[in-house]
């Protein structure tokens, strides 16, 4: 089966833009999150959608925001980018509720370099 | 949020078995305990997870100390594709995420 299905792949966007990232989650898996990894802070939690619902959100700046369309597939935007927001971003899908009882499978992630 | 250690780095020699240990002392008893590993330039893979008994898969065995207070993820047989960031984490509850640490970086030797 398909699996999570981030796009664009890499982006170079310049400072004060705004950019949009998309992820389709495996068909049938109504759990997304999303998660920033960069070489000094690792991986870190953005926030998770079920049924269009944000349940949690990290400690990341308002500029960060998502949604979660009826078809589970997720968007997240950054506004008034900046020179640390270039880093890999990753979406997860879930089968379950919460991904205790199967785990997340995660996307091959989007390259956003900020100039 | 519950936290786990785990080493820095760890070595293996290919199909030798490779024990990766994981303290995780507050746990609480609602936390499944999950692996996940990265490799170079992708994102982060599903290996295993578990509640309290031990747990068997086609990638990994995973040994749940009964106390909880720690776990051990065992590969039976390394291989160079096994080399790779190895994460253990707590999740549960209301959760609805996953917090990495640093995680143990696995060098397998051919």
């Known amino acids: 089966k398909a699996g999570v299905t981030q796009t664009p792949r890499y982006l170079i966007k310049t400072r004060g833009q705004q950019v949009t990232l998309s992820c389709s989650p495996i068909s049938g898996h109504r759990s997304v999150s999303w998660y920033q990894q960069t070489p000094g802070q690792g991986l870190q939690f953005l926030f998770e959608?079920?049924?269009?619902?944000?349940?949690n959100k990290g400690n990341f700046p308002g500029r960060f925001s998502g949604r979660q369309f009826s078809n589970s597939r997720s968007e997240m935007n950054v506004s008034t980018l900046e020179l640390g927001d270039s880093a890999l971003y990753l979406c997860a899908s879930s089968l379950s509720v919460g991904g205790e009882l199967y785990g997340y499978t995660f996307g091959s992630g989007t390259r956003l370099t900020v100039v | 949020d519950a936290k786990t250690t785990q080493p820095n780095s760890m070595e293996s020699n290919e199909e030798e078995p490779v024990h990766l240990p994981c303290n995780h002392s507050t746990i609480s008893g609602t936390d499944y305990i999950h692996w996940y590993r990265q490799l170079p330039s992708q994102g982060p893979e599903y290996v295993i997870h578990g509640l309290t008994s031990n747990v068997n898969n086609r990638m990994a065995s995973l040994a749940i100390a009964e106390d909880r207070k720690s776990s051990t993820l065992i590969l039976h047989r390394a291989t160079l594709r096994d080399a790779a960031v190895y994460y253990c984490?707590?999740?549960?509850?209301?959760?609805?995420?996953?917090?990495f640490g640093k995680g143990t970086l696995l060098t397998v030797n051919p």
């Open positions: 984490i707590l999740s549960g509850g209301s959760n609805y995420k996953l917090t």
């Open positions: 959608y079920f049924s269009e619902t944000q349940r």
